[in-house]
């Protein structure tokens, strides 16, 4: 693995986030500015077929100058119930020093809006499990032709009541555009 003063900014705060969450984990380049948990490679089919489709929706960034980290599956503590399992499931990757969760979203309003909340729940829990603060966000790739507005009121309702920092990347399949927005920008449009 290079050392972290080979690395680009993007790369190091990347790096150091991951290996915080992760202290005991060894990062395994895959191809260029995308990096996996070690421990992820291995698995089944139907684990490798979703590493390979979350490759696809980063490679959407990492072309552009981001750096991913793949994080770990996430296993059960021996302590924890199913349900709170369940509930804390944690975040994809670290995308340019911030912990995001990778969304498909193919359905209505609704299902946005679900997905929404949980990858942002998601990031949110994985941070608050190992005690520290930093932006989360969530990274959708839509393909059902909503418009940006309609996508951005949507999320801005979902962020009503939220403080945290982060922001939502959209890319809108049907149109191959890629959109940013800040957690702050988006509950702007609400007035909160």
């Known amino acids: 693995m290079e050392t972290a003063s080979g690395f680009s ?19 395994v380049q895959k191809e260029p500015n995308i990096w996996i948990a070690k421990s992820r490679l291995g698995g089944g089919h139907k684990e490798q077929s979703k590493l390979y489709r979350e490759i696809s929706h ?3 960034l990492t072309n552009r100058g981001s750096v991913a980290y793949f994080l770990p599956e996430q296993t059960k503590d021996e302590e924890e119930s199913e ?6 499931m944690h975040a994809d ?14 359905g209505n309003r609704a299902t946005l809006g679900k997905s929404f909340r ?9 941070l608050k499990k190992h005690g520290i ?7 959708l790739r839509v393909y059902t032709p909503f418009s940006v507005d309609s996508i951005k009121a949507k999320l801005a309702g979902e962020l009503k009541n939220s403080t945290d920092e982060g922001r939502c ?24």
């Open 169 to 192: 990347i959209c890319f809108f399949e049907p149109t191959e555009e890629l959109y940013s927005w800040t957690y702050a920008e988006l509950r702007a449009i609400v007035g909160t």
């Open 118 to 126: 949980r990858g942002y729940k998601q990031g949110r829990s994985l």
């Open 9 to 27: 900014s993007n790369a190091e705060i990347s790096h150091k986030l991951a290996a915080v969450l992760f202290p005991g984990e060894e990062w």
């Open 93 to 106: 990757t670290v995308i340019d020093g911030a912990v995001v969760e990778l969304k498909t979203i193919s």
């Open 58 to 60: 980063v490679r959407l």
């Open 133 to 139: 603060t930093a932006h989360h966000s969530v990274f």
């Open 83 to 88: 349900d709170d399992f369940i509930h804390n």
